[in-house]
């Protein structure tokens, strides 16, 4: 038994009492009857400089009982099998030996499948919305429930509606935002729905380029009437005129 992505260690015992060992030569021979069907059978030599030349056996190959590993498929869990006999020097084989394998499952963490591309607008551009669809996979089609934030709110305020994240501008605004995307997996144990505790993220940028507006009147300087030959007067303008670049911007009036 062993778990789902990991690496087995295998080693085969048969004897012959016929069976003399002589010039330290190996009396019985171990040969692959039948091969796996879920992963692969491979010479325990992986920590060695020439991993990429190590093969798989095959049906026929002569097996070191004392130096094999299985390795499964990439996900799979289930049963996995191979046969294997053994022959002596006079070639007397025996019977084939099945050796079953039981792959226990192992929850995956998601993964950020699709990312979502940083997105560039400008101030006081229109409410947008982002599909959240493929954005994360999960290969046991687990629940994943999404949640969603801005860390500039006073920016962009970031909501999720209808499967897509909502992302609503504020005027006069510009500057940059990381929006971020998590999502929770929820597991069935025991006809259960669980929190698993992974959670995974994925996060993008949100540029708010400058617009420059124009000014307005916000404090209109009255009538004024005033008698022949009277003398000079002042009156204060620096309340008349707004710009909410000013605060945004440092634009100067």
């Not at 992963?39 to 097996?63: A, K, M, R, T, Y």
């Not at 299985?70 to 049963?79: K, R």
């Not at 709110?153 to 909501?159: F, K, N, Q």
């Not at 009255?222 to 005129?241: M, P, R, T, Y």
């Amino acid at each position: 038994t062993m778990d789902e992505d990991t690496v087995l260690e295998i080693n085969l015992s048969a004897s012959d009492i016929d069976a003399i060992t002589e010039a330290n030569e190996p009396a019985l021979t171990y040969i692959l009857a039948e091969n796996t069907s879920n992963g692969q059978l491979l010479p325990n030599n992986l920590s060695s400089e020439n991993d990429d030349n190590v093969l798989s056996f095959n049906v026929g190959d002569e097996l070191n009982p004392e130096s094999l590993i299985y390795v499964p498929d990439v996900h799979f869990y289930g049963q996995d099998q191979f046969s294997f006999y053994v022959k002596d020097r006079d070639e007397a084989i025996s019977q084939d030996v099945k050796i079953n394998i039981m792959i226990e499952p192992v929850n995956d963490k998601p993964i950020v499948d699709q990312p979502i591309l940083d997105v560039v607008v400008d101030e006081d551009a229109v409410t947008m919305l982002i599909p959240t669809f493929g954005v994360f996979a999960d290969i046991e089609s687990d629940r994943l429930d999404l949640e969603v934030s801005s860390n500039k709110e006073a920016l962009v305020a970031a909501g999720l509606e209808d499967g897509q994240i909502r992302l609503h501008f504020i005027p006069d605004q510009n500057g940059v935002a990381i929006i971020t995307l998590k999502s929770t997996e929820y597991i069935t144990h025991d006809e259960n729905l669980i929190d698993s505790h992974f959670v995974t993220e994925d996060t993008f940028s949100i540029t708010v380029n400058p617009v420059n507006d124009i000014p307005i009147v916000v404090n209109t300087v009255g009538d004024i009437i005033v008698n022949e030959d009277s003398i000079a007067s002042s009156i204060a303008i620096s309340q008349v005129f707004d710009d909410t670049d000013i605060a945004t911007n440092n634009d100067i009036l």
